[in-house]
């Protein structure tokens, strides 16, 4: 099992920046990790995702050149950072790990944090 404990969100005003982080307890490079997020009446949805060495990452088409996922094993940390933000960047954002070595759906993460809110004004 691993336990996942975020931080790091919080409010910014549109293209400001923020790095969240999450940090995993147990064998953390066993996991493939992914930060989702989730607005208010929407359906969560993978924001990006990285596989067990990091050295393979994959965006949403929405963050693509704005986001960037790293991960250090030896940390047992994977972080998101995000530049340029937007207000439709708004949401809970998660980060989740997957036992499967390359994790498709949302379905293949078994293990979620709790979540932190971020909030970009216009």
């Known amino acids: 099992q691993v336990q996942l404990v975020e931080s790091g969100g919080g409010s910014v005003q549109a293209g400001g920046s923020l790095r969240l982080s999450c940090a995993a307890s147990g064998r953390f490079s066993a996991y493939a990790m992914g930060w989702f997020r989730q607005a208010p009446g929407k359906e969560r949805e993978l924001v990006s995702a990285i596989n067990r060495s990091g050295a393979n990452t994959d965006y949403a088409d929405s963050v693509k050149g704005r986001f960037t996922i790293s991960r250090v094993n030896a940390k047992n940390t994977v972080y998101l950072q995000m530049n340029s933000l937007k207000p439709e960047d708004t949401a809970v954002y998660y980060c989740?790990?997957?036992?499967?070595?390359?994790?498709?759906?949302?379905?293949?993460?078994?293990?979620w944090g709790q979540g932190t809110q971020v909030t970009v004004s216009s």
């Open positions: 989740a790990a997957s036992a499967v070595v390359v994790p498709r759906t949302l379905r293949d993460y078994a293990y």
